[in-house]
């Protein structure tokens, strides 16, 4: 090869390495460009206390999401939003604490409740806060053709004159009614000792500043350009697929939060949120169970954990073939050894659950946690089979979302277990548009799916037990039981009625009731008096992060 | 200039097909759009879904929906997202831009390097020099997209804080263009690497067939320099297999890369069609799908034509 063409290649080659190589060099790394540009700039020089995470990533995210679309992202809106009543900072203890309500109280028989607001709050523009914006938000959401299915009030349609008014036979909600500026009246069709708990989810929007059509609730460039609420940071800017900043709401009633800035990155993946943090260029993320473990003894992060209030369990398809037989779904509960699951799969990141329920509050402590038995489990199939209901021939695929390595871990050690008593279960894992019509719209053709089931700690849903439910369950007890949960007067009566419903599933183990999974949030230990809780949907719950600051 | 016009009509029906197929297939998929505004550990009722299915016009017949959007794509509109009501083109063109940028750094690197680097191993078969980067190529071939890009980041960004870890731009600054190639490094690197071993391998091959030529040894034989054989005789003939594989890697220039850009949460193509299929977004995966075959389709026309550039032999009537 001639000397000029070795020169040319060394040259390119050369310029290629000096490509990759030079550009870090030449960009200063991420702290000194920080203070690089802070001194280049005034207004960056007044930013000091600033705090990325990655606020949406997790579960309970809802990145770019706007209120209302689908129940998550709590945990970022509460930052710029406010809901009616919120939960406590563990989002456990069934307390339900004031943020726009100050106080609330039910009438005689729990058909009228009156919410006292927050006298001096103020939206982002410095317009009053009023009683008026709620009863406007709830119909703003709750017009017919808005296609909103989730509308910050759990079971809507208790609310008087809420279903005329959602189907256009209706020009208000009558039962929401404006008393004055700071008194809100609803008006219930049915007692609900509990209804307080139905409205933490219920964030107010400002009326005077949203001039786009209820149908455009989800369409809206509003969110993005110039959102307003009453919560204490507000908008400063957003990059779409990037990020959204918020700065101080100086108006905020509870003083101004003490962080510059506080910005919200998107990820698309909890591996690449991770990275970005261990590189230090957040100081907030969720992390799964395994990556928690690996930040553990590290004394650069804090880590926040608590239950999902999520319960895992396997979901009897009644209509199909065999379940309605206790003696059979007793072989699955007896045939799976949870505890080892607990121990070696979950590593102790999960907790065993006896009900439905997944409040320890309501657990009765006589529960039964159906020990691992293969024995046991043998007997009582062939038992069952004596009596002409086997297994045999039935579908036992188990659809489910959950895709991780950790659930695919779980289900294989269920799969090997019931092979142990001769019941082969067969796990497919399945994207959630495939597993709803999978396990929805073809209901005749599965018997078990394996999936996770929420709820507030003040309130149960009934559609999966009482009559007509999806499943085909045929137990008259539930009506009666959730009838006393509905009759309940104080917290005490309603904990004695939750918990003997929790008593009666256990015994029956209408469903495959397994755990309750520990999630959790990882910062760096940067941020001071921080706060985080994996709550379902993320919340909302109170955060104070108007106290939220960085050393 | 006639066969050009004959090809471009020629894939006008080749591409309403492409979407017919394509419409058919995300439809016959399990779930629907609907699914997105469903919280699984929330929980929806079933009449919900199936109002928000109705105000969408989901509860219309597949061939009445195809038309619709057919209609609406002849005259100019993609439609909107299911998912947050954007406007579909202007979505496109957006992502576009980024992954283009992305994709084609990337592909110029692995061209520029790849192609030099095969020239030279190929004039130094079985040379040291030879077996260090055929080896090298095919580590670069075989790693999995998502253990680079993991590798890349880990040990550039955490481990040695030369790159950020992911993004367009530093939050929080104005933005600039070494900003944007302080961002776009990282990725660009992971993605050069397989370009640059696949087009490293091509080349060297190429050369090494041509060298052997008839005509090659009739050159060197005539007293021809060392350089103008190699490119005069060998290089110029070993371009052709080169367009064929750079034509065929054209198409990503918008297709994007699926992993790289979700490890390094650069919110191209690829994240986008991802985003698109897991919320069964029907607007966005069509309108995704409709750019993706008009490049691919214009990429094979534009292959051809660089044949005829690259070898003045070949003529098209």
């Not at chain 2, 929330?42 to 219309?60: A, H, M, P, Q, S």
Request: proline share 5%; charged share 20%; hydrophobic share 45%.
């Amino acid at each position: 090869m001639s000397k000029p063409t070795l020169l040319s290649l060394t040259l390119i080659l050369a310029f290629a390495l000096l490509v990759g190589c030079t550009a870090p060099a030449a960009a200063p790394a991420a702290e000194e460009a920080d203070a690089t540009m802070a001194e280049s700039s005034d207004e960056m020089a007044e930013v000091e206390q600033v705090l990325i995470g990655g606020f949406d990533v997790g579960p309970g995210g809802d990145p770019q999401g706007v209120l209302y679309n689908n129940g998550a992202g709590n945990v970022w809106f509460v930052k710029m939003f406010t809901p009616l009543i919120i939960m406590d900072q563990t989002f456990s203890n069934h307390t339900s604490e004031a943020a726009l309500a100050v106080s609330w109280e039910p009438n005689e028989d729990a058909t009228v409740w009156t919410f006292n607001l927050r006298e001096g709050v103020k939206w982002h523009d410095g317009e009053d806060f009023t009683a008026s914006d709620l009863k406007w938000t709830a119909e703003f959401v709750a017009a017919p053709m808005a296609a909103v299915t989730h509308f910050g009030i759990s079971q809507p349609d208790q609310v008087m004159g809420w279903t005329e008014f959602n189907e256009g036979e209706a020009d208000e909600i009558t039962g929401i009614r404006v008393v004055d500026d700071l008194t809100l009246e609803v008006e219930l069709n049915i007692p609900n000792p509990r209804f307080y708990d139905a409205v933490r989810a219920f964030y107010a929007l400002p009326e005077h500043a949203i001039d786009f059509d209820s149908t455009e609730i989800f369409s809206s460039e509003w969110w993005f350009t110039n959102p307003i609420g009453t919560g204490p940071f507000k908008f400063e800017s957003f990059e779409k697929d990037q990020f959204m900043s918020l700065v101080p709401n100086e108006l905020y009633w509870d003083g101004t939060p003490e962080l510059d800035q506080l910005i919200n990155r998107y990820f698309v993946d909890e591996t690449a949120a991770v990275l970005a943090l261990e590189s230090g260029d957040i100081d907030f993320t969720y992390v799964s169970a395994d990556v928690a473990s690996r930040f553990a003894d590290n004394p650069d992060y804090q880590i926040f954990s608590g239950p999902s209030f999520v319960t895992n369990m396997f979901n009897f398809n009644y209509n199909n073939g065999v379940w309605a037989d206790k003696r059979i779904r007793q072989a699955f509960m007896h045939g799976i050894d949870r505890a080892s699951i607990l121990s070696d799969v979950f590593n102790g990141t999960a907790q065993a659950t006896p009900c439905h329920d997944s409040y320890p509050t309501f657990w009765p402590e006589d529960a039964s946690y159906y020990e691992y038995d293969p024995d046991k489990a043998r007997e009582l199939l062939a038992e069952a089979a004596a009596d002409g209901i086997t297994l045999e021939g039935i579908n036992l695929d188990i659809p489910t979302y959950y895709t991780s390595q950790l659930a695919k871990d779980i289900l294989t050690v269920m799969q090997a277990n019931m092979a142990d008593i001769g019941v082969n279960i067969n796990p497919t894992f399945l994207d959630v548009p495939t597993w709803r019509t999978v396990v929805l719209d073809n209901a005749q053709e599965w018997n078990i799916a394996y999936l996770g089931a929420g709820g507030g700690p003040a309130s149960y849903n009934p559609a999966w037990y009482i009559e007509d439910n999806q499943w085909g369950i045929e137990d008259p007890a539930y009506a009666d039981l959730f009838a006393a949960m509905d009759a309940a007067q104080t917290a005490e009566e309603y904990k004695v009625a939750r918990t003997a419903l929790c008593k009666h599933q256990n015994e029956e183990a209408t469903m495959g009731y397994w755990w309750v999974s520990t999630r959790y949030g990882i910062a760096s230990v940067d941020v001071e008096d921080f706060h985080y809780f994996p709550a379902p949907g993320g919340g909302p719950y109170v955060d104070r992060s108007q106290d939220w600051n960085m050393k | 200039m006639q066969y050009f016009l004959r090809r471009v009509l020629v894939n006008i029906p080749v591409l309403i097909l492409v979407t017919i197929v394509i419409y058919l297939l995300i439809n016959l998929a399990p779930g629907d759009p609907v699914d997105f505004f469903v919280n699984e550990e929330i929980g929806i009722t079933k009449e919900d879904l199936d109002f928000v299915r109705e105000r969408y016009g989901l509860d219309d017949p597949l061939p009445v929906r195809y038309v619709k959007w057919l209609g609406q794509v002849v005259q100019g509109d993609l439609g909107f997202r299911f998912k947050n009501g954007d406007d579909v083109a202007e979505v496109l063109a957006v992502r576009l831009r980024r992954t283009f940028l992305l994709m084609g750094t990337a592909l110029a690197i692995g061209i520029a390097v790849g192609v030099t680097l095969g020239i030279f191993i190929g004039l130094r078969q079985y040379s040291f020099w030879d077996f260090t980067f055929t080896g090298l190529s095919f580590v670069g071939i075989s790693m999995p997209a998502f253990i680079a890009g993991i590798f890349g980041l880990y040990v550039f960004s955490v481990k040695l804080g030369w790159f950020p870890s992911g993004g367009m731009r530093t939050i929080g600054k104005p933005d600039s263009l070494f900003d944007l190639l302080y961002h776009l490094a990282l990725p660009a690197g992971t993605l050069a690497i397989f370009n640059l071993a696949t087009f490293m391998r091509y080349t060297r091959f190429s050369m090494l067939e041509v060298r052997g030529e008839d005509y090659v040894r009739t050159a060197k034989a005539k007293g021809l320099k060392p350089p103008a054989v190699t490119w005069r005789h060998v290089f110029r003939n070993a371009l052709l297999p080169i367009v064929t594989v750079v034509g065929l890697s054209l198409p990503t220039l918008v297709a994007g890369a699926l992993f790289t850009e979700t490890i390094y949460s650069w919110p191209g193509m690829g994240a986008l069609l991802v985003d698109a299929v897991a919320a069964r977004d029907y607007p966005m995966v069509m309108g995704i799908m409709l750019v993706t075959a008009l490049v691919v389709l214009t990429a094979n026309l534009i292959t051809d034509l660089a044949y005829a550039v690259a070898d003045p032999r070949i003529r098209y009537e």
